[in-house]
């Protein structure tokens, strides 16, 4: 199984909707997981939970290279310990989401903050999936970006 050096961080910025813990590892909410009423988001954007106990939410979260490596069934197994779900759940389908996610974090460099929004499709069917992606700040200036997301 691949190995991963790097992890979606969160970063703790009440500004950008990032409740979870400064350091948190990050994952895509799922349908259980609420925001826990701390924001409120337009209906095309998702958002990250933290990975512990709280599942804290996070609108945004940031690449950074990790202490060591991770595989996608690690990944998954925090995951399901995080959700109190049974680890024999766990499938090949399952792992290969997770694979999914660390592919698209390991494919950007470290400080990249990254955000989740639905994509919705009409034609030929109606569909909707999550895409993950990098996030800009045009607002804000380069010494403050290396503020927020290099700290």
């Not at 925090?78 to 592919?103: A, G, H, N, P």
């Amino acid at each position: 199984m691949k190995k991963y050096e790097k992890m979606l961080i969160a970063i703790n910025d009440e500004d950008f909707n990032c409740y979870s813990n400064k350091g948190d590892w990050l994952y895509i909410a799922n349908r259980k997981d609420t925001k826990k009423g701390l924001f409120r988001l337009p209906n095309y954007l998702h958002y990250f939970v933290s990975l512990n106990d709280q599942r804290l939410p996070s609108e945004i979260g940031v690449v950074k290279t990790i202490n060591g490596q991770i595989t996608a069934k690690e990944l998954a197994e925090l995951d399901f310990k995080s959700r109190d779900k049974d680890l024999k759940l766990i499938t090949d389908e399952t792992i290969s989401e997770y694979e999914w996610f660390l592919e698209k974090v390991n494919a950007q460099p470290d400080h990249t903050p990254m955000a989740v929004t639905w994509f919705e499709r009409v034609f030929p069917k109606k569909e909707k999936e999550l895409r993950i992606h990098k996030k800009f700040f045009t607002g804000l200036t380069k010494d403050e970006k290396k503020e927020i997301f290099e700290v």
